[in-house]
Structure formats: structure tokens, C-alpha cells
């Protein structure tokens, strides 16, 4: 039994009751054991917190880490497999390099997890993985795997098929390719699942095509919608209601102008990256504002700063520019915490301290929300990962 006590620390659970107290933290095995105020218990292996602020491991919910590799170009680019606008047999993990330098950088400021997603070339893209930062090998890492299906909508497949004359080239197009491969996928799982209970009926031949968009049927998996333009955002919700499965909104850069629609939805949003130019027609509505507008109008609403887009390692700074923009503090900070996690289905593991939950934690040297404020030390499973030098 591996132990280690924080001592000293202003704890942060950012849990639903967002409690704060002075105290400690008993970590055990990679979880959280205890935790209180007063006398701590007696442990062999002490970090002395000197009063920090603890918080629970940032996570961002849409990432390409490790798909695009730093300072490579095609060598590293891994992301979009834009040669089949329909592939979600695709797997996030397969292309994953966890010796990417982003992954120590995203670590040192303290993002201990992020869900890594193929690109938005293709309208279905593949299976997204929700891994942790720390680690050698891809398969130690994973949290989730498949967390959710990409798909995406809007210029994206367009001008990327636009520019081999294949389709799709128009938004309709894109809408009816999604469609006609889910309408596949419910009719191949129906063909299983009578052939399951019935032995006079055969079962289909393998589709890996169709297996892949088993689970999202299934509801065991959610659907990533890449949307920026709210009528894109309209119509990936229009077929996650035909098909029953779980929608959450990527990126949703109008989302804020149909906040009040979009609330009636409950549909999480996960909005970014807005520390970006707008390089595109769709991007004209940016605003550092989105987030916390989403927020206001009741929204389930997480952030990201879509690595390589904007690198993972100034997440901690995406907070401070929506919270300068009218973001309520607590928000934000469950926006790449407690919000993602349960987004992932994961609030009994990730995106709080509390006992039982993974030992992922951040120490600060004050108020996260702080650009002064330096990451002291990081913790992924309990194992100390990184510690500022003095």
C-alpha cells in the first residue's frame, strides 16, 4: 500500500457543494483516502503543501493531443483520415504519440486529463478517447475509450471535400451521410440483436463501419457534434433525436445567439476555442463572452482550447479571459473540472477531491484564476508527476 499525505493545503473540492477548507489529504493506491481539517494522519511520505490552493486535475474535454505532433507537419499529422468521409471505425488511441512534448507542457499546467478527438475533416470521424497526461504508453493512459463518436458539420467537410469535387461538398450533404450511416448502424444492430435470441435468424456480416456506431445506439457513448454555426448545431441535434443518442456540442461558436433554444435542449456545450482569429465565415460571431452567456442561460457548459488550435498548457489562461469577460469564477473553474467530468460520465473518478476519487490534483501557489499564480505541483494517480523547482 502505496501512501502520501498532503499537508498544509487550501482544498478546493469543486464538487457540487464546492467546499473549501485548511487541511490535508490522505492519498492511497491512486485514490483519495481521507481528507480533513485539524490533525492529519501519520504518513511516511509527506508533501508539504505551504498553504497552496488544491485543486482537482484541469481537464479538457476536445483535444488533438498527440494527433497533430509538435513542430512536425505531415509526418506528425495524424488526425484526419481524409481519404473516406465516413469512418468511425476510426480510433483516437491508434494515432496517439504520448511522447509529444504537449503532453508534458498540458501537465506542468496542470491538466491532468483531455479527451483526444479525431479532426473535423470527415462528417463522421471517429472514436475520441479520454486519456490521462502522464504516461508512456497509450494503453496505461486511458480513462475512456471510446468516450464519444466525432462528427462534424459545417465548412470543415466541406471545403475539404469541396476540394476533391466528392461529396460532401454542402451542408446537406453532410446531414444525409450522417443519417444514412446511422440508419445502417440501427438496422445492423437490430439484425444482432434478433439473431441473439432467435436461431432461425442470421446474423449480418461484420461491418467494422457499423460496429463502431453500436454503442453510440446504445447510448453508451455520446456523440461529439463539431458545430460552429447554430443551424449546423440545430442539425445535429435534429438527428440525435431521430436516432436517440447522446448529443453534446463542440466548439458551438453561435451557441450564445440561440442560448435561450439551446437550454430548452439540455445539451452540454463545450465552448472554444475563443482565443483564436476568426479564420473562417462561421467564426464571425467569436467572443471571449460565449462561456459565461452560456452558463447564465442555464447551460451545461465545459471549455477547451482545441490543441493544437490554441497549445493545451494555456488552458488555466482561457479561464482567466472568460472570467474577465463576465464568467462567474466558480464556473469557470468547473468548466475544465467537475463539467467535462460528468460530461464524460466520469464525476465518480475525475473533476473533484473528495474520497474514492482518482488522487489527480493540482497545487497552486495561490488563486488559479491568478496570473501570477504558478503551478507548484501536479499528482496524476496519486504518482507526483511534476514539482516546481525553487
Known amino acids: 500500500m502505496k501512501q502520501t499525505l498532503l499537508t498544509n493545503v487550501n482544498i478546493w473540492t469543486m464538487d457540487r457543494e464546492n467546499t473549501r477548507l485548511h487541511g490535508w489529504v490522505l492519498l492511497e493506491d491512486g485514490r483519495i483516502a481521507a481528507m480533513g481539517e485539524g490533525t492529519p494522519p501519520a504518513c511516511a511520505h509527506i508533501l508539504d503543501g505551504e498553504g497552496g490552493v488544491l485543486t482537482p486535475g ?5 483535444s488533438h493531443l498527440g494527433l497533430y505532433e ?76 471510446p468516450l464519444a463518436v466525432k462528427f462534424a458539420f459545417g465548412e470543415n467537410p466541406k471545403s475539404v471535400y469541396h476540394d476533391k469535387d466528392e461529396a460532401p461538398v454542402t451542408r446537406m450533404a453532410t446531414a444525409a451521410l450522417i443519417r444514412e450511416q446511422l440508419y445502417k448502424a440501427k438496422e445492423y444492430l437490430a439484425r444482432c440483436e434478433r439473431a441473439a435470441v432467435d436461431p432461425d435468424e442470421d446474423a449480418p456480416d461484420y461491418d467494422i463501419k457499423l460496429e463502431a456506431l453500436v454503442p453510440l445506439l446504445r447510448q453508451e ?36 445567439l440561440v442560448a435561450d433554444l439551446l437550454a430548452e435542449e439540455d445539451v452540454p456545450v463545450v465552448s472554444g476555442p475563443y482565443m483564436t482569429d476568426r479564420s473562417k465565415p462561421e467564426l464571425r460571431h467569436l467572443t471571449d463572452q460565449a462561456p459565461g452567456l452560456l452558463c447564465k442561460a442555464g447551460i451545461e457548459t465545459a471549455i477547451t482550447v482545441d490543441h493544437p488550435e490554441i497549445p493545451l498548457r494555456l488552458l488555466p489562461v482561457a479561464l482567466m479571459l472568460a472570467v474577465r469577460a463576465g464568467m462567474d469564477e466558480l464556473s469557470a473553474l468547473r468548466a475544465v473540472t467537475s463539467v467535462p467530468a460528468h460530461i464524460a460520465g466520469l464525476e465518480d473518478r475525475i473533476g473533484s477531491i473528495g474520497p474514492g476519487m482518482d488522487a489527480d490534483l493540482v497545487l497552486w ?16 494517480s496519486g504518482r507526483l508527476e511534476y514539482r516546481r523547482e525553487k
Open 58 to 62: 484541469l481537464i479538457d474535454i476536445h
Open 70 to 145: 509538435d513542430g512536425l507537419g505531415f509526418e506528425g499529422a495524424d488526425g484526419n483520415e481524409d481519404t473516406d468521409p465516413v469512418a468511425p471505425q476510426l480510433r483516437a488511441i491508434d494515432g496517439v504519440n504520448p511522447l509529444d512534448p504537449g503532453f508534458r507542457e498540458a501537465l506542468e499546467a496542470g491538466v491532468t486529463a483531455a479527451a483526444v478527438s479525431p479532426g473535423s475533416a470527415n462528417p463522421i470521424g471517429g472514436q475520441i478517447a479520454l486519456i490521462k497526461t502522464a504516461g508512456r504508453r497509450i494503453d496505461d493512459m486511458i480513462l475512456k475509450a
Open 221 to 256: 457513448t455520446a456523440a461529439h457534434f463539431h458545430a460552429h454555426r447554430a443551424d449546423d448545431i440545430f442539425t445535429a441535434l435534429r438527428i440525435a433525436r431521430e436516432f436517440g443518442i447522446k448529443p453534446v456540442i463542440i466548439h458551438g461558436t453561435e451557441a450564445h
Open 365 to 380: 501557489s495561490g488563486d488559479p484564476l491568478e496570473i501570477k499564480s504558478q503551478v507548484q505541483a501536479v499528482l496524476v
